[in-house]
């Protein structure tokens, strides 16, 4: 095994000295710290029930999810985390593990959690020399991980767009962001894991496993390439580096976004939008992304999202985002809002409401170049949504082949449009999908999803419990209405081909909810949960690390 030791500083980059000959830090902290000297760690933080911390610690950025844990442990280092899944092994308790960011069921804070490990002050990033990667600790948020990479060294990953999102979970449930037909999905560029496991005899010992053809961890690694969080371990730290590269300058390790980017985003108000033009939109969008899935073409750079939102929001929107770093960017850009929008009659307008993830966008009515680094601040904060801390939702998946049909964008126009149920932050989005994504084989990562076009999140948001019963009801009902032909749910056909373990939902390993016949796991993994649970088998025999969707043993 390659146990390693990974004492290494928090919140600090190192730079590679290359041509420029010099070694600078940066911190990896959230803007309103970067003034402040972090002190030095002696160990790790226990918050328990009676201390004023312990509120803030026990819940997620989604608040429909509680705990009431022993006691959280916020550690510091990776011999800290691996020090805490020690100890709850060695106790008999139950341990859940949180990243940096949210997840949206209660897989890390439910009721049988007795140690939450907090892994959210461990958002170092760094040049690793040994391995030749970009190593980012499990702890670190999105936003923060694009600021570092692309001021040191002009780099970045093919991740997601919201600033909160944690790369401990996202990046084992497969990762996606705006330049995935560009370059693929984040774990495309993962080149090793180190993961605290527990093996057959209770011992708690960090590995590294990475994707040499020749590595005995190999497994471990293939797993984490869209296996999903909470299963095998608790990963300390992600190594990146793209595929094919032999350079040891850390500029060239990972992709180079764009210069520059042309941002478009217009509208249709609910007032003046006819169920007709509203099909023709969701068919235009559908059928567009299903002639350009293939990888490569011109469109490589285009990442578009149809956002469907509740009559309560005033308006439905599409949001486009290409690169701008082809010559011909702004006409390809036209060509496909032309195309999008050809034979709607209903005039459009500036998006003057939030709209799926992205907020008032009025500026962009007339398509804008920004720097790829303004555009990605700019979509990664824009939304209330994600910057509210009361929020709760809920959420569901699907990746498609083909459009949907002129039935089920019926359903979606009556739910999203009838009397009953009014709120602005419910709706179905469709985002670009497929490109470089689909360059990739079925099996060559866990994550199966390799030849789609687009995908679709299914939402809503709400601040109060009392309004729990309904968005939830509501949300099951629209989504299990667009999949009833299919019991419920998007199995794998010539339509759909199934749900994105990011985007997980519990309710598709319940019954009630998913009359298909399909097992949950297959609608995440396809052929490769055997593999999975092969994987899980030699990792964590125990099934120490489990939650309620997490790879069962054989």
Not at 222 to 236: E, I, K, L, P, Y
């Amino acid at each position: 095994m390659n146990d390693v030791n990974t004492n290494l500083s928090r919140r600090r980059l190192l730079v590679a000295t290359g041509a420029v000959g010099v070694t600078a830090a940066v911190a990896a902290a959230p803007r309103h710290a970067a003034a402040q000297t972090t002190p030095a760690v002696r160990g790790p933080v226990t918050v328990g029930p009676s201390d004023p911390r312990y509120a803030d610690l026990v819940a997620g950025l989604e608040r429909r999810w509680v705990a009431t844990p022993d006691s959280v442990r916020v550690v510091f280092t990776p011999a800290q985390a691996a020090a805490v899944v020690q100890e709850a092994v060695t106790t008999g308790k139950r341990l859940t593990v949180r990243g940096g960011g949210h997840c949206y069921e209660d897989f890390v804070f439910n009721a049988e959690v007795d140690i939450v490990l907090d892994l959210s002050e461990m958002t170092s990033v760094e040049h690793d020399p040994a391995h030749n990667a970009i190593a980012v600790q499990a702890g670190a948020t999105l936003l923060d991980v694009y600021d570092l990479l692309y001021k040191a060294w002009g780099i970045t990953l093919p991740a997601g767009q919201c600033y909160s999102v944690g790369v401990g979970g996202h990046v084992p449930g497969g990762g996606w962001g705006l330049l995935c037909r560009r370059e693929g999905l984040v774990v495309d560029h993962l080149y090793a894991v180190e993961v605290v496991v527990v093996d057959a005899n209770g011992r708690a010992r960090t590995v590294l496993a990475t994707r040499e053809r020749d590595d005995p961890n190999r497994d471990l690694w293939w797993a984490h390439t869209g296996g999903g969080g909470g299963t095998f371990g608790v990963v300390t730290r992600y190594l990146f580096r793209s595929p094919g590269v032999t350079s040891t300058d850390p500029a060239t390790l990972l992709p180079r976004p764009p210069a520059e980017v042309v941002l478009s985003a217009i509208a249709w108000s609910w007032d003046t939008l006819t169920e007709a033009a509203f099909s023709t939109l969701v068919r235009n969008f559908g059928d567009w992304h299903a002639a350009n899935s293939a990888p490569g073409g011109a469109y490589g750079g285009l990442c578009a999202f149809l956002n469907l939102n509740h009559r309560a929001t005033g308006e439905i929107s599409l949001f486009t985002k290409m690169d701008g770093d082809r010559p011909d960017s702004d006409q390809l850009l036209a060509r496909f809002t032309a195309a999008i929008t050809n034979g709607v009659t209903a005039p459009h307008t500036a998006v003057t409401q939030p709209s799926a993830e992205h907020g008032p966008m009025a500026e962009l009515a007339t398509p804008k170049r920004w720097s790829w680094l303004t555009a990605t601040r700019y979509l990664g904060t824009i939304h209330p949504r994600l910057l509210d801390p009361t929020l709760r939702g809920d959420h569901k998946s699907a990746y498609h082949h083909k459009g949907f049909t002129a039935a089920q964008i019926a359903i979606i126009f009556d739910r999203l449009s009838r009397n009953g149920f009014a709120n602005p932050l419910a709706q179905v989005t469709l985002s670009s999908y497929g490109g470089q994504v689909n360059a990739v084989g079925r099996t060559d990562t866990a994550l199966v999803h390799r030849d789609s076009a687009f995908k679709v999140l299914f939402q809503t948001s709400w601040t109060e419990a009392a309004d729990d019963t309904a968005n939830v009801a509501w949300l099951r009902e629209l989504y299990e209405q667009v999949y009833v032909r299919t019991g419920k749910v998007p199995v794998a056909n010539e339509q759909t081909s199934g749900c994105f373990v990011n985007y997980c939902d519990t309710d598709i390993s319940e019954q009630a909810h998913n009359t298909s016949g399909v097992p949950w796991h297959t609608l995440y993994w396809g052929e490769n949960y055997p593999r999975l649970q092969q994987t899980k088998a030699r990792w964590d025999p125990a099934d120490f690390f489990r939650h309620r969707q997490s790879v069962r043993l054989p």
